[in-house]
């Protein structure tokens, strides 16, 4: 049995994927360390895994809330932000690194690869890692253009001097660092064909959903739904959730027609904007959003990869309102499968969001039979337990 490092960020879109990750591993008696940067939230205390943590230097990066929603729509402030994530933080990150891989001892890391402190810190310390993306990048086209390809562009160089300084030559894709082993990407060939372009070492593994309980459960008063109403279900993860006026008018546009609209809002959903909405509409902090994409007739979303994946899973067609990074690369996949629409939200008025939602919720929409067939690839392979399975060979001696 393996002694497996897994490495994240604390984003819920980057541990949840792995949570079946850790799960399947353990299930098959390997012994699973987490290390989860800056710190490990309180979801992990529920799994079974050893918390394993860096002392790393004090950071003041934004990491949610309006703040983040609203740093993102600022082009130069954006950049500024990848940059200082990707590369200025990771100098100071990579001695306390390799301490906590010296103290856990791993036969294998498998890291999130946008992770290059602890991609450097492991090959420092002569330990086989494997990337376990939390996006589509490793199959992303190679000439795809979009903000954040010309940003990693201006930053390639200095990406390339960050890992030159410890002997290393690495191969990047979007913002991916590629391992020479294994790429795992949470999809299926089914979904991405008609544009995948896959990194060299990828393997498409499925979804990944977890075969026991998360950790993250919220309450949820399940008596307020209408199960009579097509239900729309609405989600821009937990990063940029601050959305008022994306949320205010898909809320205006849903207020006349026959469905319930329930928004997964964050911090908003103790605000006078939340109590301020039409009585068919619905705003939690946090929704349990596996079962409500099961009972969902209609998915609105930013296109965060992990939203993606479990709307795939769900077989619930897609309304993609992609606002930064690999959201757009991912809003491309869909609209390519079909199985969803890519439509800007913040640029449309209520009347266009409400033709829109009515054309998707039509009985003969186009999008319905992809996500349908969609549905069956995914259900079809258990993500999770294959990149378990993948991850344990790469620590094999």
Same mark, same amino acid.
Not at 119 to 143: H, M
């Given at each position: 049995?393996?002694?497996?490092?897994?490495?994240?960020?604390?984003?819920?879109?980057?541990?949840?994927?792995?949570?079946? +990750?850790?799960?399947?591993?353990?299930?098959?008696?390997?012994?699973?360390? /987490?290390?989860?940067?800056? &710190? %490990?939230?309180?979801?992990?205390?529920?799994?079974?895994?050893? &918390?394993?943590?860096?002392?790393?230097? @004090?950071?003041?990066?934004?990491?949610?809330?309006?703040?983040?929603?609203?740093? #993102?729509?600022?082009?130069?402030?954006?950049?500024?932000?990848?940059?200082?994530?990707?590369?200025?933080?990771?100098?100071?990150?990579?001695?306390?690194?390799?301490?906590?891989?010296?103290?856990?001892?791993?036969? #294998?890391?498998?890291?999130?690869?946008?992770?290059?402190?602890?991609?450097?810190?492991?090959?420092?310390?002569?330990?086989?890692?494997?990337?376990?993306?939390?996006?589509?990048?490793?199959?992303?086209?190679?000439? $795809?253009?979009?903000?954040? !390809?010309?940003?990693?562009?201006?930053?390639?160089?200095?990406?390339?001097?960050?890992?030159?300084?410890?002997?290393?030559?690495?191969?990047?894709?979007?913002?991916?660092?590629?391992?020479?082993?294994?790429?795992? +990407? $949470?999809? !299926?060939?089914?979904?991405? &064909?008609?544009?995948?372009?896959? @990194?060299?070492?990828?393997?498409?593994?499925?979804?990944?959903?977890?075969?026991?309980?998360?950790?993250?459960?919220?309450?949820?008063? /399940?008596?307020?739904?209408?199960?009579?109403?097509?239900?729309?279900? @609405?989600?821009?993860?937990?990063?940029?959730? /601050?959305?008022?006026?994306?949320?205010?008018?898909?809320?205006?546009?849903?207020?006349?027609?026959? #469905?319930?609209?329930?928004?997964?809002?964050?911090?908003?959903?103790?605000?006078? /904007?939340?109590?301020?909405?039409?009585?068919?509409?619905?705003?939690?902090?946090?929704?349990?959003?596996?079962?409500?994409?099961?009972?969902?007739?209609?998915?609105? !979303?930013?296109?965060?990869?992990?939203?993606?994946?479990?709307?795939?899973?769900?077989?619930?067609?897609?309304?993609?309102?992609?606002?930064?990074?690999?959201? $757009?690369?991912?809003?491309?996949?869909?609209?390519? @499968?079909?199985?969803?629409?890519?439509?800007?939200?913040?640029?449309?008025?209520?009347?266009?969001?409400?033709?829109?939602?009515?054309?998707?919720?039509?009985?003969?929409?186009?999008?319905?039979?992809?996500?349908?067939?969609?549905?069956?690839?995914?259900?079809?392979?258990?993500?999770?337990? &294959?990149?378990?399975?993948?991850? %344990?060979?790469?620590?094999?001696?």
């Amino acid at each position: 049995m393996a002694r497996v490092l897994l490495a994240s960020t604390a984003e819920k879109g980057h541990i949840n994927p792995l949570v079946g +990750v850790a799960q399947r591993l353990l299930e098959a008696g390997h012994e699973v360390g /987490w290390l989860c940067l800056p &710190r %490990a939230p309180e979801q992990l205390k529920a799994l079974k895994v050893e &918390r394993v943590s860096a002392d790393l230097p @004090a950071h003041d990066h934004v990491t949610g809330g309006e703040a983040l929603a609203r740093l #993102v729509r600022d082009g130069a402030a954006l950049r500024r932000w990848i940059a200082g994530l990707l590369v200025d933080a990771v100098p100071g990150q990579i001695e306390p690194l390799r301490h906590a891989l010296r103290h856990f001892g791993p036969d #294998v890391v498998a890291t999130d690869p946008m992770l290059y402190g602890v991609i450097i810190a492991a090959e420092l310390e002569g330990r086989p890692w494997a990337g376990i993306s939390s996006s589509l990048n490793p199959l992303a086209p190679a000439n $795809f253009d979009c903000e954040l !390809t010309r940003t990693l562009g201006q930053l390639e160089a200095a990406r390339l001097k960050l890992f030159a300084a410890h002997g290393l030559s690495p191969r990047f894709k979007v913002s991916d660092c590629l391992s020479p082993s294994l790429n795992v +990407v $949470f999809s !299926t060939p089914e979904f991405t &064909r008609e544009i995948g372009e896959p @990194a060299p070492a990828t393997q498409q593994v499925g979804p990944s959903i977890p075969p026991q309980a998360r950790g993250d459960e919220p309450r949820f008063d /399940w008596k307020r739904l209408d199960f009579e109403l097509p239900l729309i279900y @609405a989600s821009f993860g937990s990063q940029i959730s /601050w959305q008022p006026e994306i949320f205010g008018k898909l809320a205006g546009a849903c207020e006349k027609l026959p #469905v319930q609209l329930v928004l997964s809002v964050g911090e908003l959903a103790a605000t006078d /904007w939340a109590r301020g909405l039409p009585g068919n509409c619905l705003a939690v902090p946090y929704a349990p959003q596996l079962r409500l994409l099961e009972r969902a007739s209609l998915f609105v !979303t930013h296109g965060g990869a992990n939203s993606v994946m479990e709307a795939l899973w769900a077989g619930v067609p897609m309304l993609v309102s992609p606002q930064c990074n690999d959201q $757009f690369i991912n809003a491309e996949f869909v609209r390519r @499968a079909k199985n969803g629409v890519v439509f800007d939200l913040a640029a449309q008025d209520v009347g266009a969001v409400t033709a829109q939602v009515q054309a998707l919720l039509d009985p003969g929409a186009p999008q319905l039979r992809p996500a349908a067939r969609l549905k069956e690839a995914y259900r079809a392979r258990d993500g999770a337990a &294959r990149a378990a399975e993948l991850v %344990a060979k790469v620590g094999a001696p």
